[in-house]
């Protein structure tokens, strides 16, 4: 039996290619139509993986032709997009797959969740057999120890992720915190979104346009407030989303000192992802003031992808450890299948001996 | 065979210190179980230790400042222990064993276990005061080592140069909320300390007093700027600092001189 996977991804094709690819065929259909004995298809928004066990070869055109939405053209068009791995190599590439190592933003852990799930479906349908269901349980066990035993999904790769995490170390659980939105712009209505998505209930939010806020205190079950009264709320808050168009700085030393005297033992957390900014960068000198605007997001962004970047090393390594493991051990249940079937064909064949 | 039992809690001490080093210049920190263990294991070490000593001297085992550094040392491991898990600090482990290793590590190599010629009476109320004293001390030092994790993360929030052992550390407030309850802790307990030291029945040297009193006062003004919200938290996490070296240096002072110059 050979394990082999066919397939493309971000590193060998564009958006619009792996479009001419992504979901038009279900595992049980790689199965009848390119005479595998076992298949699944993982797709995702950067690849589109076909991984399957056959006894005879199945060509890497026969693949992409039942992948392809319009046969012959596409497929022919985009033979060179298309990679293949067979037996170790094969095994190897789902495990940095599934390990997160091969994608777009390394460490994202949202792979796996994929891998799963187009396991679970090829299971339902009877696409995956025993060889399959070795090879990506293995894979799940891969990429879990990957996760415990590096720091390969440390940190937060986008704005959004790092303005909430930050809030997190600061603050520990955000549940109880008080987060006022300035300027309603669709920045910090994603900001918003993340922070409520972690447990924030007190959002305020505050515009020049009163409908606008109105609006998207709606949207995130946040409350509107006058724009009159924002600097009032800084007394009360925890957290300060703020994303005007102004042209001058809204928050300084001066103006923010006095808001801070009567919270010196809560910090300050200011997300300014406005461009002018809002806020004085001097006020992160102030004592409990965290002041990031979106340079510094994005600086603690590729901070985290630079230390993720630093463990492939140590992730590679656990992953060369399985395979030649995994490999001798699917050898070894290989060749006992292969003698139960001769076994098995000798027993058919005494009777027809006889008669002779 | 007392000192073998506390070189092997040194080394249990110095095998948590030399995984947090490994794992940190790996970049990779994982707050396991390996530091709690490790610390576990010296402390019961540490115990079996003071105990065999206190058995031979027949009284708490605070005779010298060999047995002081131990002790204190115990102490420090001791709160630790309490604080730590409860407080959900695993990372604190990382910062508690480099301070017990400096402690009985000095106190191993430096020739300060001198015996007294004669075998000290026992005096309840002196041995009282002076191991709640030292389990006080421990609390400080616990607030201490709270107060350099505060200042670290402080600076790296500050400065947004995140490093792997940032995202290892305790929320800003959550590590505040420690370092106000373990100065509360060391306070009462130092206070304690303080009392039953009048009831000791002995002459105290003034200049000991007078500094015990300050030392007492720095930790009394610390947790009065705290209440009145006079202080912000990095302050009070870097005179917590200020605070345990003071307190440290005023009991090598007491130590030292009650050794070279003992009271009849």
């Known amino acids: 039996m050979n394990l082999f996977c066919v397939g493309l991804s971000h590193h060998t094709a564009n958006v619009e290619t792996r479009e001419s690819f992504a979901g038009h065929a279900e595992s049980d259909c790689i199965l009848r139509r390119a005479g595998c004995a076992e298949a699944l298809v993982l797709t995702t928004c950067n690849r589109v993986e076909v991984y399957g066990a056959s006894e005879k070869r199945v060509s890497t055109d026969e693949i992409a032709r039942c992948l392809a939405r319009e046969i012959e053209k596409d497929a022919h068009q985009c033979a060179p997009a298309f990679y293949r791995y067979e037996g170790e190599k094969c095994v190897q590439h789902l495990f940095r797959v599934a390990s997160g190592l091969d994608s777009m933003v390394v460490g994202e852990t949202e792979i796996l969740g994929q891998a799963k799930k187009a396991y679970e479906s090829a299971r339902a349908s009877g696409a995956a057999g025993p060889w399959l269901h070795r090879l990506f349980q293995r894979a799940f066990h891969v990429a879990k120890q990957v996760r415990t035993r590096t720091e390969i999904t440390r940190g937060s790769v986008s704005v959004g992720s790092v303005a909430v995490d930050l809030a997190r170390k600061i603050f520990g659980q955000l549940s109880k915190r008080k987060v006022l939105v300035l300027g309603a712009g669709e920045t910090s209505e994603r900001t918003a979104r993340a922070l409520v998505s972690r447990g924030v209930t007190d959002l305020r939010v505050s515009n020049r346009s009163s409908d606008r806020a109105r609006e998207l205190a709606g949207l995130v079950g946040g409350q509107a407030i006058p724009f009159d009264d924002w600097r009032d709320e800084c007394r009360e808050i925890d957290i300060l989303i703020t994303s005007t168009s102004s042209e001058a700085p809204l928050l300084t030393p001066a103006n923010l000192a006095p808001m801070l005297c009567d919270r010196i033992d809560r910090p300050l957390f200011i997300i300014d992802i406005a461009v002018p900014r809002d806020v004085d960068p001097r006020v992160n000198e102030m004592d409990g003031v965290y002041l990031y605007d979106i340079d510094s997001l994005q600086s603690v962004a590729e901070q985290s992808l630079a230390l993720r970047r630093q463990q492939i090393a140590a992730a590679e390594a656990i992953i060369a450890e399985h395979v030649p493991d995994f490999v001798a051990s699917i050898s070894r249940g290989w060749n006992r299948v292969s003698r139960t079937a001769e076994r098995s064909s000798v027993a058919d064949s005494s009777p027809r001996t006889s008669e002779l | ?198 009831f000791t029945s002995r002459p105290l040297p003034r200049v000991q007093v007078v500094a015990a009193i300050g030392i007492w006062m720095l930790y009394a003004a610390i947790l009065q700027g705290r209440h009145l919200r006079r202080l912000a938290p990095k302050r009070v996490a870097a005179l917590c600092v200020i605070g345990f070296v003071a307190a440290l240096t005023l009991l090598w002072g007491i130590t030292f001189s009650a050794q070279t110059h003992p009271l009849p």
Not at chain 2, 82 to 87: E, F, K
Not at chain 2, 129 to 142: D, E, K, R, V
Not at chain 2, 161 to 167: E, G, P
Request: with cysteine.
């Open chain 2, 1 to 198: 065979m007392d000192r073998l039992l506390l070189i092997v809690s040194t080394l249990c001490f110095l095998a948590a210190v030399v995984r947090t080093i490994v794992a940190l210049r790996a970049g990779i920190f994982r707050t396991g179980q390996f530091n709690f263990l490790a610390i576990g294991l010296g402390f019961i070490f540490q115990t079996a230790f003071l105990s065999i000593r206190g058995h031979a001297l027949g009284r708490c085992p605070l005779t010298n400042l060999f047995e002081v550094f131990i002790f204190l040392a115990w102490s420090v491991a001791l709160v630790y222990m309490l604080v730590g898990p409860a407080y959900r600090l695993s990372l604190m482990g990382a910062f508690t064993a480099p301070l017990v290793v400096l402690l009985q590590g000095f106190a191993l190599i430096a020739p300060i276990d001198i015996r007294h010629p004669v075998k000290l009476p026992a005096n309840p109320w002196l041995e009282f005061h002076a191991s709640i004293s030292i389990i006080a001390y421990g609390a400080f030092a616990l607030a201490c080592i709270a107060g350099v994790m505060y200042l670290v993360q402080e600076r790296q929030l500050k400065t947004r140069q995140l490093h792997s052992i940032f995202y290892h550390l305790p929320p800003l407030t959550d590590l505040f909320a420690a370092i106000t309850r373990l100065l509360w802790l060391g306070f009462g307990l130092y206070t304690l300390g303080i009392v039953s030291g009048f």
